[in-house]
């Protein structure tokens, strides 16, 4: 199985999957905005900017992928499933156990030379209440799915990682 993750990784088609995964998630993540009016909070926002951190780590995979840029990618996307998993289950914790000390910011605080609230609001500027639970499936809330969907994303990360010391087997065509 390693070995086949590695060879998976050497090429576009995995990287692109990867990116396309993550890209219909933040389409999701817009849809519920703009189309079922959900109120997206600042840890949402903060999540959104994982998934687009996984997002950017597919496509710089797929831009090269049998050199050694693949490791950047790689570690792009490490970074991006671990931040994502850590702000999902903050915001989990915050909806199953409300205390009015703990509580999230009122806007989003990027840094001032990607003010991403200011570029793009209608997709990072927060407008909702983080303990408020807006929607649910499977009994499920938009954060505990997002801790599944995270550790999912970084499960197989460190798969993809432990999986370059394993080099592809060289096929012959008659089976030697």
């Not at 931040?83 to 605080?109: N, V």
Request: glycine share 6%; with cysteine; charged share 15%.
């Amino acid at each position: 199985m390693l070995q086949f993750l590695n060879q998976c990784s050497r090429g576009r088609g995995a990287w692109l999957l990867l990116a396309l995964t993550a890209l219909a998630l933040e389409l999701a993540a817009l849809y519920f905005q703009h189309v079922m009016l959900l109120k997206p909070c600042v840890m949402c926002i903060y999540e959104r900017c994982a998934l687009l951190g996984v997002f950017f780590a597919g496509v710089v995979g797929a831009l090269a992928p049998a050199t050694p840029l693949r490791y950047v990618a790689l570690l792009g996307w490490i970074y991006s499933a671990w931040e994502g998993l850590r702000l999902s289950w903050e915001h989990t914790m915050i909806q199953l156990h409300p205390s009015p000390f703990t509580t999230c910011d009122f806007a989003a605080r990027f840094p001032s030379w990607l003010p991403l609230d200011k570029w793009v609001p209608g997709m990072f500027v927060a407008t909702g209440d983080c303990a408020e639970k807006q929607w649910e499936f499977l009994s499920l809330g938009m954060p505990q799915w997002l801790v599944v969907i995270s550790a999912g994303y970084l499960l197989v990360a460190l798969l993809v990682l432990l999986a370059q010391f394993f080099r592809p087997r060289k096929r012959d065509l008659f089976g030697r």
